[in-house]
């Protein structure tokens, strides 16, 4: 079964930083477009950042000089450097990726919009 597992979220004062992880497991044969979300209480899930296979990267305008995405296509990781950090960066913070995988009964299968289970991220003096 195919997941995506994130780690590193905390509680930082504001001006520090956080670097979140995010591996995906269970047969996977190639992994297209990664990318970061992040929900804060009350609001819409949005894009903070994304990567293709090829390293090329989107940036939402709020974090743009501060968050930095990248990843390692053999170790199927995406992270996540964060720094100086607002209290408005505050949220969970969810994994996102575009898999290629062998299911054990039907074969090669993808999953354009794998997610995974979230991270908390705590911006706060």
């Known amino acids: 079964q195919v997941q995506l597992v994130e780690s590193g979220g905390g509680l930082v004062q504001p001006g520090g930083f956080l670097r979140l992880s995010c591996v995906a497991i269970?047969?996977?044969?190639?992994?297209?477009?990664m990318g970061w979300y992040r929900q804060a209480p009350g609001k819409q899930r949005e894009l903070v950042a994304s990567?293709?296979?090829?390293?090329?990267?989107n940036y939402a305008d709020s974090v743009k000089g501060r968050f930095t995405i990248s990843r390692e296509n053999a170790r199927k990781m995406v992270y996540l450097q964060m720094n100086s950090l607002k209290p408005e960066d505050t949220a969970v913070y969810y994994c996102?990726?575009?898999?290629?995988?062998?299911?054990?009964?039907?074969?090669?299968?993808?999953?354009?919009?794998?997610w995974g289970r979230g991270t908390q991220g705590t911006v706060s003096s």
């Open positions: 269970g047969g996977i044969l190639s992994i297209e477009d």
């Open positions: 996102n990726a575009d898999i290629k995988y062998v299911d054990k009964t039907y074969g090669i299968r993808r999953l354009p919009d794998g």
């Open positions: 990567i293709t296979r090829g390293g090329s990267t």
